[in-house]
């Protein structure tokens, strides 16, 4: 099992900062990709952005350039660091583990998720 924390969601006014860290835990051994997801009230999860274990980023298109994912290894932790916020952005920030052998997901776990809301 791999335990995740996620930390530093609150509220921020439209145009401010935030970043949010996912603390891994448990057994992490092979898990190569870590990321950010979202959901919004009334909406789907979706993808924020990843990072794998070599350092390879990928951003969702409505937060390229606004958004930046980094890794501790030597913490186990993830970050994303949320610039230029829009009210848009407002939803609960999920963090993801995941292991990927070849092209299957073959562990995949989820935190238990931060609200970030961003006021207009």
């Known amino acids: 099992q791999v335990r995740l924390v996620e930390s530093g969601g609150g509220l921020v006014q439209a145009g401010g900062s935030l970043t949010l860290s996912c603390a891994a835990s448990?057994?992490?051994?092979?898990?190569?990709?870590m990321g950010w997801y979202r959901q919004a009230p009334g909406k789907q999860r979706e993808l924020v952005a990843t990072?794998?274990?070599?350092?390879?980023?990928s951003y969702a298109d409505s937060v390229k350039g606004r958004f930046n994912i980094s890794r501790d290894n030597a913490k186990n932790t993830v970050y994303l660091q949320m610039n230029s916020l829009k009210p848009e952005d407002t939803a609960v920030y999920y963090c993801?583990?995941?292991?990927?052998?070849?092209?299957?997901?073959?562990?995949?776990?989820w935190g238990q998720g931060t609200q970030v809301t961003v006021s207009s």
């Open positions: 990072i794998t274990g070599g350092g390879s980023t």
């Open positions: 448990g057994f992490i051994n092979n898990i190569n990709v």
């Open positions: 993801n583990a995941g292991e990927i052998r070849g092209s299957s997901l073959v562990r995949n776990y």
